[in-house]
C-alpha cells in the first residue's frame, strides 16, 4: 500500500521561509502524480494553495509556492505571517482515478 | 461566487445506509469534475471518491470501495454519495469538493472549491 509522507510538524520565524515536503513511501514523486497542497485551521473546510505541482489557486498569495524538489513535491512560504499557522496537506494521484492524502504537517510560526 | 453544501449527515447505526448530498450554486456543475474527502475528527484528510463532468470517470478509496457510491444529476446540480454498511471508522465530517477541471484525462486531485462539511457519526 502506497504512503504519502509529510513531516509531522515544522516552525518557522515570522518573515522567515520554509519549505514542506510530500514524499511516497515507495519511488520518487513526479509531475506526474500532480501533487496539491491544500491548508486548514481549526474549525474551518480546507483551503485550496496549489494544484498541479505548481498552479497557484485564485487568491493565494505569491509568497506560495511549489515545485518539485529532489524526489518529492514541495510547498514554500516565503516571509511568513502569523496566520500561516495552519495544517497543511499534500495529495498525490496514483492513477485509475485514485488519490492519497499524506498526513499532513502541522506548521507553527514562532 | 461558488457554494457547495452539503447534507444528509447524522447519526447511524453500524451496518446502516446514509445518502449524502451536495448541492451546488455558482458555476455551470456538468463542467466540472467532484468529489468526497472526510476528515475524522482531530485526524487528516482522506480522499474518497471522485466522478467526471459526465460520470465516465469514477474512483473510489481502497476503505470504501464496494460500500460507497458516487453520482451526480447535472440537471440538479448535484453531488450524492450513497454509503452502505457504515462502519465506526467512516465517522467523519464529508467535504463535498469542486474539481479544477472535468477530469476528462484523469480525476486528477486538482481541487478548487470546498463545501462546510457534513458530520457522519456512526455509532450503536
Known amino acids: 500500500q502506497t504512503v504519502v509522507t509529510q513531516e509531522p510538524s515544522f516552525s518557522v520565524s515570522p518573515g522567515g521561509t520554509v519549505t514542506l515536503t510530500c514524499g511516497l513511501s515507495s519511488g520518487s514523486v513526479s509531475t506526474s502524480y500532480y501533487p496539491s497542497w491544500y491548508q486548514q485551521t481549526p474549525g474551518q473546510p480546507p483551503r485550496t494553495l496549489i494544484y498541479s505541482t505548481n498552479s497557484r489557486s485564485s487568491g493565494v498569495p505569491d509568497r506560495f509556492s511549489a515545485s518539485i524538489l529532489g524526489n518529492k513535491a514541495a510547498l514554500t512560504i516565503t516571509g511568513a505571517q502569523a496566520d500561516d499557522e495552519s495544517d497543511y496537506y499534500c495529495v498525490l494521484y496514483l492513477g485509475s482515478g485514485i488519490s492519497v492524502f499524506g498526513g499532513g504537517t502541522k506548521l507553527t510560526v514562532l | 461566487e461558488v457554494q457547495l453544501v452539503e447534507s444528509g449527515g447524522g447519526l447511524v447505526q453500524p451496518g446502516r445506509s446514509l445518502r449524502l448530498s451536495c448541492a451546488v450554486s455558482?458555476?455551470?456543475?456538468?463542467?466540472?469534475?467532484m468529489y468526497w474527502v472526510r476528515q475524522a475528527p482531530g485526524k487528516g484528510l482522506e480522499w474518497v471518491s471522485g466522478?467526471?463532468?459526465?460520470?465516465?470517470?469514477?474512483g473510489y478509496a481502497d476503505s470504501v470501495k464496494g460500500r460507497f457510491t458516487i453520482s451526480r444529476d447535472n440537471a440538479k446540480n448535484s453531488l450524492y454519495l450513497q454509503m452502505n454498511s457504515l462502519r465506526a471508522e467512516d465517522m467523519a465530517f464529508y467535504y463535498c469538493v469542486k474539481g479544477v477541471g472535468s477530469g476528462w484525462n484523469g480525476l486528477v486531485p486538482d481541487f478548487d472549491s470546498w463545501g462546510q462539511g457534513t458530520l457522519v457519526t456512526v455509532s450503536s
Open positions: 466522478i467526471s463532468w459526465n460520470s465516465g470517470r469514477i
Open positions: 455558482g458555476f455551470t456543475f456538468d463542467d466540472y469534475a
